[in-house]
């Protein structure tokens, strides 16, 4: 195995879905709980992170959710609220695996809000000292556990599933992978991401 397509929330960056339907609430919406569901996302927030609506149009649908004037830089701030970073040894052993010779690229449901103003301002340098490439669900078209996504990812990095292990926090997502003959690794918790790459 030299190829390994990580996750990205949950995975190597700590996130926490409550910051972000706190944040909605004070906001003014009354459902963020729902808004943000846990297992699979919905709604114009499942329309972003798939890319089938701008963050314009997103912002515009959410906005009547909300009380009177809120900004578009008040959304987009709450929304980020669910990305907590990444720990600095997490970001250590991506760079020590690549330097190993393994291929390392990203596969993450996501969209073009948290990219920008949070999720690349995170790896120092730029993404590409760390993944030798990335997919998003919002550049697919498609989000996990669609097997869509994992044929597009498969496509742009010319992967063998057979020879590339794929690590996930959502069960849904590790059956699709395993579907398409990756092998897999569920990360159940924080220090996972380490544990399960000591041995690389």
Same mark, same amino acid.
């Given at each position: ?55 314009? @149009?997103?912002?515009? @649908? ?139």
């Amino acid at each position: 195995m030299n190829t390994l397509l990580f996750d990205l929330g949950g995975v190597i960056m700590n996130i926490k879905r409550e910051n972000a339907v706190r944040a909605f609430e004070k906001l003014g919406m009354t459902d963020a709980d729902g808004f943000f569901d846990p297992y699979e996302q919905h709604g114009s927030f499942g329309l972003l992170e798939a890319g089938q609506i701008s963050p314009e @149009e997103f912002r515009a @649908e959410v906005r009547s959710s909300f009380r009177p004037g809120v900004t578009d830089e008040e959304i987009d701030s709450a929304l980020c609220k669910f990305l907590l970073g990444i720990p600095a040894e997490r970001l250590a052993r991506l760079k020590e695996l690549r330097e190993k010779g393994y291929k390392v690229y990203m596969l993450s449901n996501t969209n073009p809000i948290m990219w920008d103003r949070y999720i690349i301002p995170s790896f120092p340098g730029g993404i590409d000292n760390f993944f030798d490439g990335t997919v998003t669900s919002f550049e697919a078209g498609v989000c996990k556990p669609a097997p869509e996504i994992y044929e597009y990812a498969i496509r742009k990095f010319n992967l063998d599933p057979a020879e590339t292990i794929f690590f996930d926090d959502g069960p849904a997502n590790i059956a699709a992978a395993v579907r398409l003959g990756f092998q897999t690794r569920l990360v159940t918790d924080e220090d996972d991401m380490l544990k399960l790459t000591a041995d690389a």
